[in-house]
């Protein structure tokens, strides 16, 4: 992928909240941290060295601040995480099967219950070990309770009174089959309708270590429902106070880190020099700018912003570190990175084979819907290192002209006839090239879109696909909207950063 954004294509796309909450919203995040580690590590940039710009000194930190500072920028993860994705869930750990720390647990684990084991199966019965985890039921059972559920409150620290049920294993009164039945229907009581079933499964367990364990096991499902229900109830709140919430945290973390937008700096001094290059000084007025002036082009910050935003879409992620104030998002632009250029192709296909097929049947909604779904499925592991654009547009063009021809037949037409066919197959296969000229025009549009959809993103209606982009507006308009509500986000929390670093190169340019 280049290095910058392909400059023939931009050408064409040119045409506060109280302390009380801000610390309400910290502890709300405090216990989720370990839930995002994984994910915050797989957006990291890439680890080669890269060249950071000079415009602060380096500054020696302790090791204090650094543990600080990390746990600082994983709790503005774990917000941003939780307002971005509508969809995000904490999901139980799973070791993997073959792990080291796998094996110990296991091991500990068959150990504690052996050893439990052991204990019931004296004479008289030990019921030390097994009392100690009716506790950490009954602690587990009353942190599942909200403020109102005064009554089961009630009806848990009474059944579940281990002083009372260590009187009566001391006189050999205690009967733990009946403990676990009343453990047992609290949980149903308490647990999500997706849990009924785990819950159900518990009664027809007899014997006790068993039991025991099996409780344990759905109890920890039990503890991330909850945590999940507790991430939906504070989204409404967080959304709310999210950019006040991030942007007070990154300012706390320049503040230890001076040099953190260093590469934010060189990103929106590259947009600007791109823009103010003798290429662009045609399509200034569109993006805001006064071209012919006697002052030379002058340059709009939005314009500038909007055109760095786009930029992000063809970035070399494997040599460039990716700017600090996007960076949370890493993999999501990744992942908008790797749609577009899915979607090129295959409306770069779709354009070849209407512009060649007979205008009965490209006018048929039907077959232009069949097509696209063929050469979709055809380029779905587009996105793998293992995959092979020209062999699978050798498989598309194969497709594309038995479906062309069936569709002529089927019209009453003569089918594509053995030169058509070849030309077909050979204008799908230059595709693979992404210095194909109509891969290019197709690769144009779709910025064209983007950024139109960027300048307009407050506006009804939304903008229309350029023209050959129509098969693929849905798709398109999928990308645009999360691409869009994801930049403006980025804008909301970091514009104050973006303005003051704008202001300083457009002085000088």
Known sequence: MSENLDKSNINEAGKSKSSDSEQGLEDAVEGCDEALQKNIKSGSPSTQRVQRPHSSPPRFVTVEELLETAKGVTNMALAHEIVINGDFQIKPVELPEDSLEKRVKDIVHKAFWDCLSVQLSEVPPTY?????LVGEIKETLLSFLLPGHTRLRIQITEVLDLDLIKQEAENG?????????FIIGMMGTLCAPVRDEEVKKLKDIKEIVPLFRAIFSVLDLMKVDMANFAVSSIRPHLMQQSVEYERKQFQEFLEKQPNSLDFVTQWLQEATDDLMSQKYK????????????????????VAVQNYAYLKLLKWDHLHRPFPETVLMDHSRFQEFQLQLEQLTVLGAVLLVTFSMAAPGITSRADFAEKLKMIVKILLTDMHLPSFCLEDALTAVGEKVCLEVSSCLSLCGLSPLTTDKEAVLKGQIQAVASPDNPIRRIVDSRILTFLDTYLASSHQKPSPIAPGGLGPIQKELEEVAVKFVRLVNYNKMVFSPYYDAILSKILARS
């Open 282 to 301: 045609n399509a200034l007025p569109a993006a805001g700018g006064a071209a012919g002036s006697g002052d030379g082009p002058r340059l709009d910050p």
């Open 128 to 132: 030390d070990r097994a009392i100690k």
């Open 173 to 181: 009164a205690l009967d733990i089959s009946k403990l676990a039945e």
